[in-house]
């Protein structure tokens, strides 16, 4: 496979309910990939394939790990199923249709090869592609350990012309995501433990930063609503010196120490009372670029880990 490989879904795929862990949605998407670059095609017949060298290469994993999720996804993808919208060809109605990704799967032990045959469902959803669909590079998600922060990174590049989404209510955004009713229950979790812990990731290792929104409806939050901006092509490296002390940071640096920095007790002169950590977080980061503000926040930066040259 060349080195930028594209994801392409069709956007009832993106906004499709399902849940999968990180190495099943790691799998998925190698056999999207391979689909995709098939110069044949590929029908409800097509065994697709993935050696645990690639899985290895892609996900920067052991050996190890490469062979056991390839071993462990004959058994769990096979049992995986996905809902989604679409409008009815007859009726002009939407119909939603429960679906699993393959029809059936197995593995070669000494190839070390997965081997996928997709259901007929999801083949149009990968390949015929020619009304609303979304596409980003692989390399954007690799970094990505969190099953959530990758549906997450997916639901909101789906809006990257904008920069915005619409508001996701809570119901079907845990939906989206994959979560089960018994997962998460409380709001205040499941902001910590899902949403927050999906932003930190996908701010730091992605493309893009991303502030999110809650919307109310009383005094109860009814939604979210994420807003986001492209990183610089670059990774510009800060290099500030003062006191004979040089200061440099890279972009993954900023949002690394900006995450623990939103945690210090010290910090919460500059926080905003009412953001959560993930939000005071990307602030900080914003506040990294500026070199006056480095230079104040150098004491805080060295109590984290920072080293400074």
């Not at 862990?21 to 110069?39: G, M």
């Not at 490469?66 to 679409?86: C, D, E, H, M, P």
Request: hydrophobic share 40%.
């Amino acid at each position: 496979m060349p080195p930028n490989q594209i994801v392409v879904k069709d956007n009832a795929l993106i906004n499709a309910s399902y849940n999968l862990d990180t190495v099943e949605q790691r799998l998925i998407l190698l056999a999207i990939l391979e689909a995709r670059e098939s110069h044949t095609g590929i029908d409800a017949n097509t065994r697709l394939r993935i050696h645990a060298s690639e899985y290895m290469q892609k996900f920067n994993v052991s050996k190890h790990a490469a062979y056991k999720a390839l071993k462990t996804a004959v058994t769990n993808l096979f049992g995986r199923q996905f809902s989604y919208q679409i409008i009815d060809e007859k009726t002009g109605k939407q119909k939603k249709v429960i679906s699993r990704w393959v029809q059936n799967i197995a593995y070669i032990d000494d190839a070390a090869t997965l081997e996928v045959t997709f259901t007929m469902d999801v083949i149009p959803l990968i390949t015929r592609l020619e009304k609303q669909f979304t596409s980003y590079q692989l390399k954007q998600v690799t970094q990505l350990t969190g099953k959530y922060a990758i549906r997450l990174y997916e639901l909101l590049i789906a809006w990257r012309d904008v920069g915005k989404t619409p508001m996701f209510e809570i119901a079907d955004f845990r939906l989206k995501l994959g979560l089960d009713p018994k997962d998460y229950p409380r709001l205040d979790t499941f902001k910590r433990r899902v949403l927050e812990s999906a932003l930190s990731q996908i701010n730091q290792h992605t493309d893009i930063i991303v502030r999110v929104e809650q919307h109310k409806v009383g005094r109860s939050i009814s939604g979210f609503s994420f807003t986001f901006k492209h990183k610089r092509a670059t990774d510009k490296i800060i290099d500030i010196e003062t006191d004979s002390i040089t200061l440099k940071m890279t972009d993954a640096q900023r949002h690394l120490f900006a995450n623990k920095l939103s945690e210090l007790p010290e910090m919460s002169i500059y926080s905003h009372g009412t953001e959560s950590y993930q939000q005071f977080a990307v602030r900080i980061a914003e506040m990294l670029q500026n070199p006056e503000k480095m230079k104040e926040l150098l004491p805080c930066l060295q109590k984290v880990g920072f080293k400074s040259a």
